[in-house]
């Protein structure tokens, strides 16, 4: 069917600002442009809560931001890592969906603000990332969210995290997570397939922008057989919590999306893959945009809750 219209429109628009791509320019260059993001000019819908703090990580304080739907007690809870590349992004730019999902699903979000590369290379972000689940875990009652029903998640290099974090929690016995959300993650450094090729530019992320991501977050040579930093070389993901996946049609990372839920289902995972016709990576903060977007914030709360036995 080719792209959306409204997609179409979009990237043309986005090309005729000029914008330098991710290595043509200062990192300091590309990170200001992040800030002309759609995202931060869309309404705000109206939630129970919105509570922003910071805890202790590892290595440096990481600022949080609760989303709460209603006043109920164990509420089920999402703890959203945000993509980038390891690089870009902040959390503004995801408020509009968060506060969606969360009112939609009926369920507490929190979304970290991790260490970026390359300042802070592999393993930075995952640790942030995995010591932001160890103290949600030891502070579930306090946060009155229910421990049996912790899932994580996040999209693009955020659903790379969540799958390493998902991965990790089952190696060091920390939790039994409840669910894994994974929208068009990039968990294989090699792209050695095939919409690595078809979608190589033309479709907001290009397949040179993710080589050169890589690099950045991937320090030495040995963090690319790391199932921690590229969780397609686990060995096995048996064990790790039921998955749900979203791939774009024209990304190029699909087949990486198909790739890893067939070794999800290879291991005895449960997993679903759902995929969106027409749609480029990132459509997941393009509400303003393009009403798949507002599709697929229902469908996460709706696959959620399914997994998690609930219904909404």
């Known amino acids: 069917m080719g792209l959306k219209p409204e997609i179409s429109a979009y990237l043309k628009d986005r090309a005729a600002l000029g914008l330098p791509q991710v290595w043509q320019a200062p990192l300091a260059q590309i990170r200001e442009n992040t800030k002309l993001h759609v995202a931060l000019h869309q309404p705000l ?11 202790q990580g590892p290595t440096s304080v990481l600022p949080l931001r609760i989303y ?3 006043d109920r007690k164990n509420l089920p809870v999402l703890l959203f890592f945000h993509g980038g590349g390891w690089v870009l992004n902040f959390l503004d730019i995801y408020e509009p969906a968060l506060r969606k999902i969360s009112n939609y699903g009926d369920f507490v979000i929190v979304a970290v603000e991790y260490q970026k590369a390359p300042e802070h290379p592999y393993p930075a ?3 942030d990332c995995y010591a932001t689940l160890q103290w949600l875990v030891a502070n579930a009652e306090q946060l009155s969210i229910d421990h049996t029903s912790i899932g994580v998640g996040g999209d693009s290099a955020g659903a790379n995290l969540a799958s390493a974090v998902a991965l990790k929690a089952v190696h060091e016995n920390l939790i039994s997570l409840a669910f894994q959300l994974l929208i068009y993650p990039c968990n294989d450094a090699q792209m050695g397939y095939q919409s690595a090729i078809d979608n190589a ?14 690099q950045q977050y991937l320090s030495k040579e040995s963090d690319r057989s790391d199932p921690y930093a590229v969780p397609i070389t686990a060995k096995s993901l048996k064990g790790v919590a039921p998955a749900i996946l979203i791939a774009a049609e024209f990304d190029p990372l699909t087949d990486d999306v198909r790739n890893y839920y067939n070794k999800l289902i290879r291991d005895s995972v449960p997993a679903v893959y759902i ?3 027409g749609q480029i990576h990132g459509f997941f903060n393009l509400s303003g945009i393009t009403d798949d977007a507002n599709s697929l914030y229902s469908e996460i709360a709706i696959e959620i809750n399914a997994v998690l036995g609930r219904r909404k």
């Open 45 to 55: 819908d109206e939630i129970y809560s919105h509570q922003s703090k910071t805890i």
């Open 68 to 70: 709460r739907p209603n």
């Open 125 to 127: 972000a995952f640790n």
């Open 201 to 214: 530019e033309g479709y907001g992320l290009s397949t040179k922008a993710m080589k050169w991501f890589w």
């Open 275 to 277: 995929e969106f016709a």
